[in-house]
């Protein structure tokens, strides 16, 4: 198993609140219970290191709508595996990592509250606009040597303000201050000019592909 993606499976299923991943051959099953994502099938190969014949395989035995599979290759490979029962994500993700420094935890500008709170080994941090509104938010989970950065978002009205590099730069902040060394996030290509600017390297790219057969095949 590549290490970066078990990092990332180990710090994710604890910031998303999900059951304890399930070692497989070829991976991880980890199961949500939401609608629409009940179980995710993520490979711990990275690039070509995951083959098609392992990817049709376990493909090939999901029957459940709400599974989906994420694949650490180029989705214009994985798309070639898969058959028209899988809808693949249009906007290809991205695994990145950092190297974690001690840089100290930024300050808020003026008229906006930065805050932030532990549950259950997940810190999550918000910034409030002056009117009392969402700026930005994300969370992160260090889980040892590394720390999985998680939900980042920018309200429309404050991109391009600084809030999500406020956001990104206190929970890196918060990792460090609890033992981590390597920053590990599965980016989307919105983030992904933000988390580069900040120092972030891509490592693999990222396939999400969900079962949902059409209509007739249903029926």
Excluded: N
Aim: hydrophobic fraction near 40%; proline fraction near 7%.
């Amino acid at each position: 198993m590549d290490g970066t993606v078990q990092a990332w499976v180990d710090g994710w299923v604890v910031s998303r609140g999900a059951a304890p991943p399930t070692t497989e051959p070829w991976g991880w099953t980890i199961d949500m219970g939401m609608h629409g994502h009940v179980t995710r099938h993520v490979f711990g190969s990275t690039g070509d290191g995951l083959d098609e014949t392992t990817v049709r395989k376990v493909a090939g035995a999901v029957t459940g709508h709400g599974v989906w599979l994420k694949a650490f290759r180029d989705p214009s490979v994985v798309s070639g595996w898969l058959d028209d029962t899988w809808w693949i994500d249009p906007e290809p993700g991205c695994l990145m990592t950092l190297p974690l420094t001690a840089d100290g935890a930024p300050a808020a500008p003026d008229g906006f509250r930065l805050r932030s709170w532990s549950r259950g080994g997940v810190t999550r941090v918000m910034v409030a606009a002056p009117d009392g509104s969402l700026a930005a938010r994300g969370q992160v989970t260090p889980t040892g040597e590394t720390a999985v950065v998680d939900q980042i978002e920018t309200a429309p009205e404050h991109r391009r303000k600084g809030m999500g590099s406020l956001v990104m730069r206190t929970l890196q902040d918060v990792a460090v201050r609890q033992g981590a060394r390597t920053g590990v996030l599965a980016g989307t290509p919105a983030g992904r000019g933000l988390y580069e600017a900040l120092g972030w390297k891509v490592v693999a790219p990222l396939t999400s592909a969900k079962y949902a057969p059409p209509a007739d095949a249903r029926s």
